[in-house]
């Protein structure tokens, strides 16, 4: 189905954008009405930005409905600014790694440039019938190459002689825009199981070497998710914590690394941040373990010890209570250790870049320990994918998949 619509791009491109004129206006219309219906369930809170989104997503499908000649003007100013997106990620990513003396800062910058010229190009080019052409290209490219690698995917995964180990090298790359917001969707449909069963769900604690934990939250920053990995019982954490230094609306910033005790540090997010958060267990063989182990201690060895609000006011008798800076909070609950990075990767914090996913790759996904393999953009919401999929495969690494939740009083 998905190579036929390419097919279609590149054949017949005038039916080939009704098409997606029509699956535009549907899946408006659609996400609208799963939000509203979301709301009168009580799956979620009801707030102010989510009516305004509704409104938003139902205004935009009736205005494409009257105004059909108009859609492929939208297709270039929504592909123009999503490529100006890219440049400016390309841009801080350069200055990221020239920052902390990384290897690519080249071609960062190129990538930057040309992202920034094509997007440009897209919102304030005048030839129609260029952009137009473009785009076919890239529409025809992109469903006929995501038909054939689901495909192949499909073809592994139902091959019995295929082993774990080489289904786990080919991966199908999640569309960065629907995995980003997945996290939302499986807190949605956790509310909703246990809205309906009438009953909490009580977590068991399964045996596993190595736990991945997909934190969820139904509004604000955190609808986006945030990924930590734990280890004989620590768990280790990384974000853009010292409230001192962020920059950009808090994006970008001092990277700061929390290792803790891996029960307390769970408690503290459901107890103090309200967070729902899945735990996926993984077995590890003798060499991974080792391997694994070589990785944390080569990571711990470009880190400083360094303190939040909480714990130097704590070390100085100056009484305190009731910091607002995560960190502090999270100190309070757990008296964790904080570290900053010296040197290398991580020592600058960036959420589309160096953020808590690409710690937890670094420490188990590479040359010499490949346990999770993704292609693309890896956001929690790609993980959490991943991560479910293996859960259901019987032959998989992944042995558990716990829910933690807060009882409702």
């Not at 592909?79 to 902390?100: E, F, I, P």
């Not at 897209?122 to 290209?137: E, H, P, Q, S, Y």
């Not at 503290?268 to 063989?285: A, M, N, P």
């Not at 944390?296 to 909480?310: D, F, G, L, S």
């Amino acid at each position: 189905m998905v190579c036929a619509i390419g097919i279609l791009f590149l054949t017949n491109h005038v039916t080939g954008w009704r098409i997606l004129y029509i699956l535009t206006i549907s899946y408006s219309f659609y996400s609208a009405f799963g939000l509203a219906w979301s709301i009168i369930r009580g799956y979620k809170s009801g707030s102010k930005m989510e009516y305004l989104l509704i409104a938003i997503q139902v205004g935009f499908a009736v205005y494409l409905l009257l105004t059909p000649d108009d859609y492929l003007h939208w297709v270039h100013v929504f592909y123009g600014w999503w490529m100006l997106l890219h440049a400016y990620v390309y841009l801080v990513t350069w200055h990221v790694d020239q920052r902390d003396e990384l290897r690519g800062a080249a071609g960062m910058l190129a990538s930057g440039i040309i992202s920034a010229l094509l997007g440009i190009f897209m919102i304030f080019g005048r030839n129609l019938n260029a952009k137009t052409d473009l785009l076919t290209l890239f529409a025809g490219i992109y469903f006929i190459g995501s038909g054939l690698i689901s495909l192949a995917y499909h073809l592994l995964v139902t091959n019995p002689d295929v082993t774990p180990e080489k289904r786990r090298a080919f991966s199908v790359p999640m569309p960065v825009f629907f995995s980003i917001f997945l996290p939302l969707r499986a807190y949605i449909s956790i509310s909703k199981l246990i809205k309906e069963s009438g009953q909490q769900l009580k977590p068991e604690e399964p045996d596993a070497d190595l736990r991945v934990y997909v934190y969820l939250k139904g509004e604000g920053p955190e609808i986006l998710g945030h990924l930590d990995i734990a280890y004989q019982g620590t768990i280790y954490s990384y974000g853009c914590h010292d409230p001192l230094a962020r920059k950009m609306f808090g994006i970008y910033g001092d990277g700061v690394l929390m290792v803790s005790e891996e029960k307390a540090f769970r408690n503290q997010h459901l107890e103090v941040e309200h967070k729902t958060i899945l735990s996926y267990g993984i077995c590890l063989t003798a060499e991974e373990k080792k391997q694994l182990e070589q990785n944390i201690a080569h990571m711990m060895e470009r880190t400083i010890p360094w303190k939040p609000k909480a714990q130097i006011c704590e070390e100085k008798g100056i009484p305190f209570e009731g910091f607002h800076d995560y960190a502090s909070r999270v100190y309070e609950y757990t008296h964790c250790q904080f570290y900053k990075f010296t040197k290398g990767q991580f020592r600058t914090y960036f959420v589309t870049y160096t953020n808590c996913v690409l710690l937890a790759d670094t420490l188990i996904r590479n040359k010499d320990l490949n346990l999770i393999d993704l292609s693309g953009i890896v956001t929690p919401g790609a993980y959490l994918s991943f991560l479910n999929s293996e859960y259901l495969n019987p032959n998989s690494i992944v042995v558990s998949r716990t829910l933690y939740q807060k009882p409702q009083r």
